[in-house]
């Protein structure tokens, strides 16, 4: 049976001389299949809400109302839960929901998921944890380590609810990164093990038996193709939600706590 | 024991903590269709909460699959 983990292979379609950076050593600039697929991924999204835009009328069309949806839906979301400041968080989670949404959807039709890689999810994660951290300082100031110092608990407990919570901070770029990289990488290994029993039916690698695995292992892929969809769909919304709730722990701390 | 045997036994293992995972989000949306059914008025709205509550859930045991994949490439 051919290796599920074949499809995650980087591999370099135009190969660059390396470059040395000062303080890093050595990088290999070459372009791969990764650069492709986020390169797509890119141009799908801005031609996307070009095509959108470009004939904006005031009953929108099928595919002006799509875009509208989308827009709606995450303004929505920054607004119900960061509030009336949400709006100033808008571009960053609506650029982040629709990168991750085309990568995650464009894995489905490519041979890569450009999300699968941990590198990919984990600049995302950093990204998000660092205007957090960011916004966190530059609103509250000192003030930003009220978020570990939960008023609700008795004092005596407070020092340890206090460490707890700290390392939950800690730990929330390691869960974006991991939840995102973990459903993308599963999802893909698992279509691709069951495409390969049906493939290893077909050419009779499992005997008789193969005509009661060919049609399981069928509509177990298609199953799982459909489901692929809603999770690449779910995951991208998912980080989004959590952006905008991590977001929302430090610019509302005040009046939260 | 053949080392590369305890290997993919520990690879299998550590799936365990995919169990977890599946009582969690199993109760969350549970739990969700039985709250929607008493108020169906009030589940649209908690739609949001539903897929947060399932996500974190879900990452834990996400956690146990990375640990799995890791144990068995390396």
Redesign the interface.
């Known amino acids: 049976m051919a290796d599920p983990l074949h499809q995650f292979q980087i591999k370099k379609i135009v190969d660059l001389p390396d470059v040395t950076l000062p303080g890093i050593g050595s990088v290999d600039v070459a372009f791969t299949n990764s650069h492709l697929a986020m390169t797509i991924g890119f141009a799908v999204v801005i031609l996307f809400l070009w095509v959108v835009t470009s004939g904006a009328k005031v009953v929108p069309g099928r595919l002006q109302s799509v875009g509208e949806t989308l827009f709606g839906m995450i303004d929505n979301m920054t607004g119900s839960i960061i509030g009336h400041d949400g709006r100033k968080y808008f571009p960053f989670v609506f650029t982040i929901f629709t990168f991750i949404l085309a990568m995650n959807v464009l894995g489905m039709f490519l041979s890569f998921t450009a999300t699968s890689q941990l590198a990919i999810t984990a600049t995302f994660a950093l990204l998000t944890f660092g205007l957090v951290v960011i916004v966190g300082f530059v609103k509250n100031g000192l003030g930003f380590f009220k978020l570990f110092w939960p008023m609700g608990a008795p004092l005596l407990m407070r020092p340890v609810v206090g460490l707890i919570e700290f390392f939950s901070f800690l730990l929330r770029p390691i869960t974006l990164m991991l939840r995102l990289f973990g459903n993308m990488m599963g999802g893909h290994i698992a279509l691709k093990v069951f495409a390969g029993f049906v493939a290893a039916a077909v050419v009779g690698a499992a005997g008789w038996f193969g005509v009661l695995v060919f049609p399981l292992s069928l509509g177990m892929t298609i199953g799982l193709t459909a489901l692929e969809f809603l999770v690449a769909f779910l995951q991208a919304f998912v980080f989004a939600v959590l952006t905008c709730i991590y977001l929302n722990d430090v610019v509302n701390l005040d009046h939260a706590h | 024991m053949d080392p590369q045997a305890a290997k993919l036994i520990g690879a299998g293992i550590a799936m365990c903590g995919m169990i977890g995972a599946g009582i969690g989000v199993g109760n969350i949306f549970g739990n969700f269709v039985a709250g929607a059914l008493r108020n169906p008025s009030a589940a649209a709205s908690q739609v949001?909460n539903l897929?947060?509550g399932a996500?974190?859930a879900?990452?834990l045991g996400?956690?146990a699959?990375?640990m799995g994949?890791l144990i068995w490439?390396s």
Do not use: D, K, P, T
């Open positions: 949001g897929f947060v996500a974190l879900e990452a996400i956690l699959f990375v994949i490439i």
